[in-house]
């Protein structure tokens, strides 16, 4: 006889109910580890006894991706990030009104090269609108998107530890390296999706606003309209790409403390004296190894034939980012101690 | 059956076991020395005034923390090594229930069940819902969790436990900030998860809570377990005392005191004593005071509380020590 029938009464009527929204989730795995049990033995208390002598449920490759899914949904459902993508998308409209106001009467925009060296695209929104895909990202680049990703990033781990919901993340078992692992990612997919966020409401402002047709490429010669929308879709991954180390290094600042606001703070501060140290000339030595130092490398798409070597140097250099201060983040998280 | 073989290893007997843990935050010394040993299917109390280390030994247990020093067992198994393989069957509540306020109840859990790779994602709705009938918040599942009251937040804690069918339950203060049914639910709930055969470890500054759903229990105080055993062994350490109500107490203690009543102690109507070594009949006792004219209107043996046995072993100071 089993105990749960040996039960007083009124804890057994209850039990009954909660077996019956519970037996049928276990029967799958029942059914594959007590093949040999017969139906009707499952329901009953046979099944609670098993547990009590404590089978245990064996990890699952697939299910272990469930974790994945719900990083994404998590990070994806909050006020938070929608209200950046708003920012982000408000970018393009207010470049693509500006520049439609400045061109009203025919004329061309006014004002030349940008200080800073980067691409001259805002003159071209006016003949193209394409090339206001190219100006909000060359304009959210430098500051609105990285700092987006350092919210995302800084706030991935620091945020549970505030919240108190990490350490029932850590007991569910999540595992502490699949769920650093399983925040990298999603942090990753925020920041292709924050650059896709730009590039889609650029391409809509710019086709709503101006003509669309060739593109004129920086080295002069021409390309159909057809390969300057791949162009434009290569340009947002090779941005999205250029968040890579950043987002690392927001996830290695997430891990040092218990405070989701310090962590956004630092990892918006770190990236703001970086963009400073990156344009003082006299520090030229140590700026091929700051992050943003090849960011507007994107830029060398636009040209015809497409020169590799800075773009590569972008990408290596995010790599290096990445793996440096991924495994810093891997060594501190798996080590440290959960009080919050 | 769940009967034991005879002989069966003393291992498996046991769920919890520590041996010398110890945990020191830059400093303070929060647990020292801890030996702590807790019997499969039992219901277990584990006490101690504030501070006195019973959330950082649960966080030991859970690998949330690595001991500085000493060694923990969780379902037979080294913790926090084996914590893949033992948290599934454990369900947890520490410190009290964290949530994400955006999500909904229901989707509190399912985040949480998804973390959690040996769970099946075909049932996980169902087990969501069986979860969240069973703590009573089934009307309130589809609410924003940072619209929950605290004992709904609580309770939806305790859900989250709850999505498995689990060995042990580890609870950490579970009926904080509940309201008088949902006390009674909870301790309700935690005897029949212990007639399943979970075993239970409940922390709590409710001794009568403790004292009414627990089987064992152990005191700590300044991170060092003071005592541990049977709570009818940790109670019975205490002696009964006799109270007498009367409306002539002065009397009352003049005759206790010469059949040899000790520590007597009158407030209003009440008069209370310790009776000695040797107890004289309480029916002559009575006699007696009732010969000497004193008007008895209430006469009996007050058995000792848990609460006694805990002030007795952790001091009556209120102050939480440093
Ligand atoms: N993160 C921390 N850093 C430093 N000291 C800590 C930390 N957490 C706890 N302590 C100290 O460890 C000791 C034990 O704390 P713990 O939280 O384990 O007590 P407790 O028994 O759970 O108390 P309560 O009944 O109030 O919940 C206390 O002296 C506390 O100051
Ligand atoms: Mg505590």
Same mark, same amino acid.
Request: hydrophobic share 45%; proline share 6%.
């Given at each position: 006889?089993?105990?749960?029938?040996?039960?007083?009464?009124?804890?057994?009527?209850?039990?009954?109910?909660?077996?019956?929204?519970?037996?049928?989730?276990?029967?799958?795995?029942?059914?594959?580890?007590?093949?040999?049990?017969?139906?009707?033995?499952?329901?009953?208390?046979?099944?609670?006894?098993?547990?009590?002598?404590?089978?245990?449920?064996?990890?699952?490759?697939?299910?272990?991706?469930?974790?994945?899914?719900?990083?994404?949904?998590?990070?994806?459902?909050?006020?938070?990030?929608?209200?950046?993508?708003?920012?982000?998308?408000?970018?393009?409209?207010?470049?693509?009104?500006?520049?439609?106001?400045?061109?009203?009467?025919?004329?061309?925009?006014?004002?030349?090269?940008?200080?800073?060296?980067?691409?001259?695209?805002?003159?071209?929104?006016?003949?193209?609108?394409?090339?206001?895909?190219?100006?909000?990202?060359?304009?959210?680049?430098?500051?609105?998107?990285?700092?987006?990703?350092?919210?995302?990033?800084?706030?991935?781990?620091?945020?549970?530890?505030?919240?108190?919901?990490?350490?029932?993340?850590?007991?569910?078992?999540?595992?502490?390296?699949?769920?650093?692992?399983?925040?990298?990612?999603?942090?990753?997919?925020?920041?292709?999706?924050?650059?896709?966020?730009?590039?889609?409401?650029?391409?809509?402002?710019?086709?709503?606003?101006?003509?669309?047709?060739?593109?004129?490429?920086?080295?002069?010669?021409?390309?159909?309209?057809?390969?300057?929308?791949?162009?434009?879709?290569?340009?947002?991954?090779?941005?999205?790409?250029?968040?890579?180390?950043?987002?690392?290094?927001?996830?290695?600042?997430?891990?040092?403390?218990?405070?989701?606001?310090?962590?956004?703070?630092?990892?918006?501060?770190?990236?703001?004296?970086?963009?400073?140290?990156?344009?003082?000339?006299?520090?030229?030595?140590?700026?091929?190894?700051?992050?943003?130092?090849?960011?507007?490398?994107?830029?060398?798409?636009?040209?015809?034939?497409?020169?590799?070597?800075?773009?590569?140097?972008?990408?290596?250099?995010?790599?290096?980012?990445?793996?440096?201060?991924?495994?810093?983040?891997?060594?501190?998280?798996?080590?440290?101690?959960?009080?919050? | 059956?769940?009967?034991?073989?005879?002989?069966?290893?003393?291992?498996?007997?046991?769920?919890?076991?520590?041996?010398?843990?110890?945990?020191?935050?830059?400093?303070?010394? /929060?647990?020292?020395?801890? =030996?702590? &040993?807790?019997? *499969?299917?039992? %219901?277990?109390?584990? $006490?101690?005034?504030? +501070?006195? !280390?019973?959330?950082?030994?649960?966080?030991?247990?859970?690998?949330?923390?690595?001991?500085?020093?000493?060694?923990?067992?969780?379902?037979?198994?080294?913790?926090?090594?084996?914590?893949?393989?033992?948290?599934?069957?454990?369900?947890?509540?520490?410190?009290?229930?964290?949530?994400?306020?955006?999500?909904?109840?229901?989707?509190?859990?399912?985040?949480?069940?998804? /973390?959690?790779?040996?769970? =099946?994602? &075909?049932?996980? *709705?169902?087990? %969501?819902?069986?979860? $969240?009938?069973?703590? +009573?918040? !089934?009307?309130?599942?589809?609410?924003?969790?940072?619209?929950?009251?605290?004992?709904?937040?609580?309770?939806?804690?305790?859900?989250?436990?709850?999505?498995?069918?689990?060995?042990?339950?580890?609870?950490?203060?579970?009926?904080?900030?509940?309201?008088?049914?949902?006390?009674?639910?909870?301790?309700?709930?935690?005897?029949?998860?212990?007639?399943?055969?979970?075993?239970?470890?409940?922390?709590?500054?409710?001794?009568?809570?403790?004292?009414? %759903?627990?089987?064992?229990?152990?005191?700590?105080?300044? !991170?060092?377990?003071?005592?541990?055993?049977?709570?009818?062994?940790?109670?019975?350490?205490?002696?009964?005392?006799?109270?007498?109500?009367?409306?002539?107490?002065?009397?009352?203690?003049?005759?206790?005191?010469?059949?040899?009543?000790?520590?007597?102690?009158?407030?209003?109507?009440?008069?209370?004593?310790?009776?000695?070594?040797?107890?004289?009949?309480?029916?002559?006792?009575?006699?007696?005071?009732?010969?000497?004219?004193?008007?008895?209107?209430?006469?009996?043996?007050?058995?000792?509380?848990?609460?006694?046995?805990?002030?007795?072993?952790?001091?009556?100071?209120?102050?939480?020590?440093?």
């Amino acid at each position: 006889m089993s105990r749960a029938e040996t039960a007083p009464g009124g804890a057994g009527a209850r039990r009954e109910g909660a077996d019956q929204g519970a037996a049928p989730a276990r029967e799958p795995v029942e059914a594959q580890e007590h093949a040999e049990v017969p139906e009707q033995g499952r329901a009953s208390g046979g099944d609670r006894e098993r547990s009590a002598t404590a089978v245990p449920r064996a990890p699952r490759l697939l299910w272990s991706l469930g974790l994945f899914r719900s990083e994404l949904v998590t990070v994806f459902r909050r006020w938070r990030t929608l209200a950046l993508f708003a920012v982000l998308a408000g970018v393009p409209v207010l470049v693509g009104i500006a520049v439609r106001i400045e061109t009203r009467d025919g004329s061309s925009i006014g004002g030349g090269q940008n200080g800073d060296g980067g691409p001259a695209f805002i003159q071209q929104v006016s003949n193209n609108g394409l090339f206001l895909v190219f100006t909000a990202l060359a304009a959210t680049l430098p500051f609105f998107l990285p700092m987006a990703i350092g919210v995302v990033a800084g706030d991935a781990i620091a945020g549970e530890a505030s919240a108190g919901t990490l350490r029932y993340l850590l007991v569910a078992p999540a595992g502490r390296s699949r769920l650093l692992l399983a925040k990298y990612a999603s942090v990753l997919a925020f920041c292709l999706a924050a650059t896709l966020v730009v590039a889609v409401s650029g391409l809509i402002v710019g086709f709503a606003l101006f003509p669309v047709g060739s593109v004129t490429t920086l080295s002069g010669t021409t390309l159909p309209l057809s390969t300057g929308m791949l162009r434009a879709l290569l340009i947002a991954v090779l941005v999205a790409g250029s968040l890579v180390g950043i987002a690392a290094l927001g996830l290695f600042v997430s891990t040092l403390t218990d405070s989701g606001v310090g962590a956004m703070a630092a990892t918006v501060g770190l990236l703001i004296t970086v963009q400073i140290v990156d344009s003082i000339p006299q520090l030229h030595a140590v700026q091929p190894y700051l992050f943003p130092h090849y960011w507007l490398s994107f830029a060398d798409v636009l040209r015809d034939p497409v020169p590799w070597d800075a773009i590569g140097k972008n990408l290596g250099l995010q790599a290096l980012y990445a793996a440096v201060f991924g495994s810093a983040a891997w060594a501190r998280f798996t080590s440290r101690d959960v009080t919050a | 059956m769940r009967a034991q073989p005879a002989g069966a290893e003393a291992r498996g007997e046991v769920v919890i076991e520590t041996r010398g843990l110890a945990k020191r935050y830059r400093g303070t010394l /929060a647990v020292d020395g801890l =030996d702590l &040993r807790v019997p *499969r299917g039992s %219901v277990f109390g584990f $006490l101690g005034p504030n +501070g006195s !280390g019973k959330t950082t030994t649960i966080r030991m247990l859970m690998g949330l923390i690595e001991p500085t020093a000493g060694t923990a067992r969780v379902l037979d198994q080294p913790m926090p090594r084996s914590a893949r393989s033992v948290l599934p069957r454990v369900g947890a509540l520490i410190e009290g229930p964290a949530l994400y306020g955006f999500l909904s109840g229901r989707d509190n859990l399912v985040r949480y069940d998804a /973390a959690d790779p040996t769970a =099946d994602p &075909r049932t996980r *709705r169902a087990r %969501v819902g069986a979860a $969240l009938d069973r703590v +009573g918040l !089934g009307a309130a599942a589809g609410k924003k969790a940072k619209q929950y009251s605290l004992g709904m937040k609580q309770r939806l804690g305790l859900a989250a436990a709850l999505l498995q069918p689990r060995d042990l339950l580890v609870l950490d203060e579970p009926t904080n900030g509940l309201d008088p049914q949902g006390m009674r639910e909870i301790r309700g709930l935690v005897r029949e998860l212990a007639a399943d055969g979970t075993t239970v470890f409940l922390s709590s500054h409710l001794l009568d809570e403790i004292e009414q %759903v627990c089987t064992h229990a152990a005191v700590m105080a300044r !991170g060092r377990l003071i005592t541990q055993g049977p709570v009818a062994e940790l109670s019975a350490g205490t002696r009964s005392r006799l109270a007498v109500t009367t409306p002539d107490p002065a009397d009352a203690v003049r005759v206790l005191a010469d059949h040899g009543v000790t520590a007597l102690a009158e407030s209003g109507q009440r008069v209370t004593g310790e009776l000695p070594a040797d107890p004289p009949d309480l029916a002559e006792l009575n006699a007696a005071l009732v010969a000497a004219g004193v008007r008895v209107r209430g006469f009996g043996l007050e058995r000792g509380t848990l609460e006694d046995a805990f002030v007795a072993l952790t001091g009556e100071g209120f102050d939480v020590a440093g």
